[in-house]
Each structure stands twice: as C-alpha cells, then as structure tokens.
C-alpha cells in the first residue's frame, strides 16, 4: 500500500506539471489583461511600462518558472476583476460549485443504483426497457438543453421551482450552504438534477450489466445451491461486488463533475467556480483563469488517488502496487 501511494503521488506531481504548464500557456492566448485594467485612456507609453512592471514581457520560460514557484506557495496572482488573490476568489466560490456536485451525487446514487439492479433483475419486463431507453436518450443530450428545459417546464411553464440563483444560505458547524433552508433547497433542485443528468443515463448501465455479469457468475449459482433466499443473494452477494467497480468509475467520474458545472452553472446563474470561470474569460482575468484550472486538475487528481485507495481497502485481494 505505501509503495502504491508513493507511486501515486509521484504521478499526481507530473500530472499536476501538465496541467500548470497547459493553463499557464492557455492564458497567453486569451487576449491583452491591460485592456480591461487600463481602458483606452492609457497611452501606449504607458501600457509598455506596466507590462514590464508586470513582468508580461519577460520569456515565457522566466514567467513560468516564477509563476510555478509562487503557485506552489499558494499564490496565483491578483485577479484583475477582484482586486483580490485569485484563488482566495475560486475558494469563495468552491463552496457552491461543490454544494451543487454533491446534491447531484446524491441524486445520482438514489436513483441509478435501485434503477440498474430492476433492470438487471427483471431485463424483460416493460419498465426496465422504458429505463434503457430514457437512458440511452440521456446520454445523447447535452447538460445545457436538459437545464434548459428543465427550466421552461418547472420555473416558466408550471412556476414551481426558481430559476436562477442559489438561493438563501445558513451555516452549520461551519458549512455555508442552501441546504439547510427551505428557499436554497428551492433553488438547488433544478440545477442539480441538470448536472445528474450528464451521469445518471451512464451509472444506471453501468449497475445494470455488473449485476447481470454478478448474477451470471460461479458464486451466485452456489449461494442459490445452498439454498439462500433470492433476495439475499441479489442485495447481499451479488451487490456487494457490483459496487466496486461502480466505485472505481463513480468516483472519478463524479470528480469530472466539478469541472462539468460550467453549463449547468451558467443556464442558471449559480455563483460558482463554473460561471466565475466563464465571466474571467470575457473579462480576460488571466489569473483567476489560471487558478481554476489547477484547482479544478487538482481535485480530480485527489479524488482519482482516493479512489484506488478506497478501492483496495474494499477489495484486499486488488494488487494496488502492480496496478500502480
């Protein structure tokens, strides 16, 4: 186990490197900044003079190098918006962007596991195919026209939830969230169904052919030989070791999710990392650009290493050293 997780971390660094050096050459190709500090009042003088002030003419190699020494420091420079360290602004937002990530994971794992394990125990029956169907369609339709919709039929067309905003926050052993009133549980629903949306359709197929593999397996047809009740052997035996692999994809696919409330964040105006992302890139807030994209690499590289621990502490027989 330690020599996995050395080997983990190692990796974790170098992904880590990549991904620095990708988002800190990206922001070179999202405009002029002094543009939105200066306006066009700013001789050209003068503009010359704060981009050497800045150190923006300096080699890329020499930007990089300073810029990957103070992000390891925490710093990733001052957001030209804000007026504020760039990540002391992303952290800010975290909060909803990960308030929105995990209702839909909840939503996600109400729904996909007792909807796969029906469709595998009853793979004939008229509903189980209804299931398969809505979730091939599912999985077709992007995130953006499912908010969409959702939107027109709860908030326009019936007038039951809202449709923007985050809605009314109260504070529990230190966590700010809408889950703890009545109007940001309101406005919490549509979005997170929307962002479930892009994984229910691919979690739901995934527990439906690992049951089926489960209950077509060696140990199945001894249980039932031994003559165990059949609702033992779905939820108890077969389950169990559907659940692992559910784990291993469930876990960083829900990662990803942090990334994927972009769409979701922006049709409904949810102030998070996603649409503070989107609003940086009009406004050619280079470090907060760059911030997120780390921030955001480094919660799927965590969440990914999490995972193959959690997978290996379920399943001991798992060589976590070959695998890593």
């Known amino acids: 186990m330690f020599t996995f997780l050395l080997k ?6 170098i992904v880590m490197l990549v991904i620095s050096l990708v988002a800190f050459a990206v922001k070179d190709n999202l405009g002029d900044p002094l543009r939105e500090l200066t306006g066009q009042s700013v001789s050209e003088a003068e503009r010359q003079a704060m981009r050497t002030e800045m150190g923006l003419n ?21 957001s030209y918006t804000f007026n504020r360290p760039a990540l002391e602004v992303i952290l800010d937002r975290l909060v909803a962007t990960l308030e929105l990530v995990f209702a ?6 109400c729904f996909s596991i007792p909807l796969g ?11 189980s195919k209804l299931i398969m169907a809505v979730s091939s369609i599912g999985i ?8 969409i919709l959702l939107m027109y039929v709860f908030s326009i067309e019936l007038g039951w939830l ?9 504070n529990w052993l230190g966590w700010e969230s809408g889950f703890f009133t009545l109007d940001g549980l309101s406005h919490l629903i549509l979005p997170a169904f929307a962002l479930a949306s892009i994984m229910l359709p691919l ?7 690992e049951m089926i593999e489960q209950l077509s397996s060696e140990y199945v047809k001894f249980a039932y030989a031994k003559g165990l009740p059949q609702r033992r052997v779905w939820y108890v035996h077969a389950l169990k070791n559907t ?21 979701t964040e922006k049709v409904f105006q949810w102030p998070g990392t996603g649409f503070l992302f989107l609003d940086s890139i009009q406004r050619t807030d280079t470090p907060v650009i760059t911030a997120y994209v780390i921030v955001v690499g480094l919660i799927f590289v965590i969440t990914n290493t999490i995972v193959d621990l959690l997978y290996g502490l379920i399943n001991p027989t798992v060589n976590l050293t070959a695998k890593g």
């Open 8 to 13: 983990r971390l190692v990796q974790a660094t």
């Open 58 to 78: 300096d080699p890329f190699v020499v930007q990089y190098k300073r810029f990957l020494i103070n992000a390891v420091q925490g710093d990733f420079g001052t």
């Open 104 to 109: 839909a994971t909840l939503i996600i794992i």
């Open 117 to 127: 394990i029906y469709c595998a125990i009853n793979p004939k029956k008229w509903f």
């Open 140 to 147: 077709s339709i992007p995130v953006f026209l499912t908010a």
């Open 162 to 170: 809202p449709a923007y905003g985050r809605g009314d926050t109260a």
């Open 203 to 209: 979690f739901i197929r995934l527990v439906r052919s």
């Open 243 to 263: 659940l692992l692999p559910l784990l291993t994809v469930g876990g960083v696919q829900i990662g990803t999710m942090v990334a994927y409330t972009i769409l």
